[in-house]
Every structure is written in structure tokens, then in C-alpha cells.
């Protein structure tokens, strides 16, 4: 059962972490919480569900892709703007909520069907230590992983990369060398939303896609986000794998209508102990 349950919680922490990469990227470079990814991870999703019927590949590309100019453009033609004005964690979080029920209506305007299911290629039943899972968790576990080693390589690697560290770690530094932050922080974002759109894409495949989950996924990546310590990347993988393991072993002992009532129970606990979360963060939201 022991086997059984961490295997369970290491893929249920895997599909969590999806939408927490978003929100860390997004606040750990920029420093401004979007309270609307989840609903931009989810305008991914639809746009994929949408071009299904042409070519799956195609259709992940394009989801994914959608979301980039839309983070971008938020947060050079708005956020930033707003960032240099002097708002305050409130006012983003008036303007972002705001922001994401204008989504909310566009996915209605746009999209014929407004609770959809996107078709991947179903691998049938993998089985692991006893537990057996559909294939497609295991994939969405690995494209975690991939996505943790493209952007390790991307900050190691790349000039974007270098320069998306440098502007975390010391915003007038970065101004001083010459690097274009407002352009940094918008690329961030888009990068941030990209993410949030595979998140969105696994859980359409795995669950379905409604006007409610961009909210969920979004409610759930600024828990967990926190927990690891608000905007890093390494610490909300980590809170990801732990509260995957705590829903699994919630769900094992006590049934699957406490598995939300631990899950809090155990954010609050963390945070009594750990108020910056569990590796901390530069930032305070």
C-alpha cells in the first residue's frame, strides 16, 4: 500500500505541478501575481480541443503557442505599466481577477462547446509497484520532468535564460548592464502562460475543461506555489510532489471526500511553520 500510494502521489503531484511552473515563473521573474493564468492555461486548452479535428500535434503547438503573445502582451502593455506606477499585490489582484472573468467570457463567446475533452492518444493501463494508472498520467508526470530540464537548460544556457536570471535576482543590476527587463518580464510571462496552457491540456485530457477550471487551476497553483515558497521553481515542484502525496495517502486511509479537507489542513500547518514556504522566497506576495 506504501508503494502503491507514492506512486500515486508522485503522478498526481506531477499533473499539480503544471500550472505551479506558470505562477512561478511568471512572479519569481516578475514579482506581479496573475491571478488569470489558470484561465489563460485553459484558453490553451480549449484551442487545442478546438484543433483536434485538424492534427493533435498541430493542436498542442497551437494551445501552447496562443498563450505566449497573450502573457507578453499583458504584461507589457498593462502589468508592467501598472508595476512602475507603484499597484500594490491588491490592485493586480483586482485587475487580474477581472482580467480572468473576461476570459471567462470569451471562452464563451468563442468556443462552441463550453465542457470539452481532449482526445489523446490513450496508451491503456500502465502498471507500476502494483498501481495501475492510465498511460496519459504517467506522460503528463514525464512532460514535468522534460519541461524541469528545458527550463534548467534554458537559464544555463541561452542569452533569454541569463538574462531572465539576472532580472530575478537584481532588477537595477540588470537595468544597469543594459538588458531590456520590461521585454525580460514580458517574455517571462509568456513562458509562464505557456506552461499553464499544458497544464490546461493534460487536465482536459485527463478530467474536462469548463468555465470553472481555469479558477481551480489557478486557486490551486497560488496554493502550492506558496507552500514552496512563492515564485521558485524548484520549491513548488517540491510542495507539488508533497501535496500529491498527501491527497494520494488521504484518499488510501481515510476516503476521497477527506482528500481536500488534508490537503488544507496541510497548507495551513506548513505555513505556521514555514510562512515563506518550504524553500522560501526573495519575494512576499
Not at 31 to 42: K, M, Q, S, T, Y
Not at 79 to 105: C, E, M, N, R
Not at 139 to 151: P, Q, R
Not at 180 to 195: D, P, R
Request: charged fraction near 5%.
Amino acid at each position: 500500500m506504501i508503494i502503491s500510494g507514492i506512486i500515486t502521489g508522485l503522478i498526481m503531484g506531477g499533473i499539480l505541478s503544471l500550472p505551479v511552473l506558470g505562477v512561478a515563473v511568471v512572479y519569481g521573474i516578475t514579482g506581479v501575481p496573475n491571478f488569470a493564468i489558470g484561465l489563460i492555461g485553459v484558453i490553451g486548452g480549449y484551442t487545442t480541443w478546438y484543433f483536434t479535428s485538424y492534427s493533435l500535434p498541430l493542436a498542442i503547438f497551437i494551445g501552447v503557442a496562443v498563450c505566449f503573445p497573450i502573457g507578453y502582451l499583458l504584461q507589457t502593455v498593462l502589468l508592467t505599466p501598472l508595476s512602475l506606477k507603484g499597484a500594490d499585490t491588491t490592485l493586480f489582484f483586482i485587475i487580474t481577477v477581472s482580467l480572468g472573468f473576461i476570459f471567462q467570457g470569451l471562452i464563451r463567446v468563442v468556443f462552441p462547446k463550453l465542457s470539452v475533452s481532449i482526445a489523446l492518444p490513450r496508451l491503456g493501463a500502465i502498471t507500476i509497484g502494483g498501481v495501475s494508472a492510465d498511460g496519459v498520467k504517467f506522460i503528463a508526470l514525464g512532460v514535468t520532468v522534460c519541461t524541469l530540464i528545458l527550463i534548467r537548460i534554458l537559464e544555463q544556457h541561452t542569452k533569454v535564460g541569463k538574462q531572465l536570471q539576472a532580472t530575478s535576482q537584481n532588477l537595477k543590476l540588470a537595468n544597469l548592464l543594459g538588458i531590456n527587463t520590461k521585454q525580460v518580464f514580458g517574455v517571462a510571462h509568456g513562458i509562464g502562460c505557456s506552461l499553464a496552457a499544458v497544464g490546461g491540456i493534460f487536465w482536459g485530457s485527463l478530467y474536462s475543461l469548463d468555465l470553472t477550471t481555469g479558477w481551480n487551476l489557478g486557486f490551486i497553483g497560488f496554493i502550492i506555489a506558496v507552500i514552496g515558497g512563492i515564485g521558485n521553481i524548484w520549491g513548488g515542484l517540491i510542495s507539488a510532489l508533497i501535496m500529491g502525496m498527501v491527497m494520494s495517502f488521504a484518499g488510501y486511509f481515510l476516503g476521497g471526500v477527506w482528500q481536500s479537507v488534508i490537503l488544507y489542513v496541510t497548507v495551513i500547518l506548513v505555513l505556521i511553520v514555514r510562512p515563506r514556504g518550504i524553500l522560501g522566497s526573495e519575494r512576499s506576495i
